[in-house]
């Protein structure tokens, strides 16, 4: 990703006569930013399921302290 990044930094602000060229390297671009929002979900559910099994771990340990001082 980071070549493709490269690649459409070199093109930018440059006048492309090469229509093909010039659609696919906005397609490109799109892709890119797509990519990037998948990249970005992907990390908020990896974070979220780390606070989900943080809070189930802090429970557990309360309760099994809880559950010792009982005794």
Sequence with gaps: MRYVQM?????????????????SLDDLRGLIYDSEDVMDEL??????QQIIEGASYFFTVSFLLLSVSFM
Excluded at 14 to 23: E, G
């Design 7 to 23: 690649v459409l930094a070199a093109a930018k602000g440059r006048s492309i006569d090469n229509m093909p060229l010039a659609q």
């Design 43 to 48: 990390d908020y559910y990896r974070l979220e």
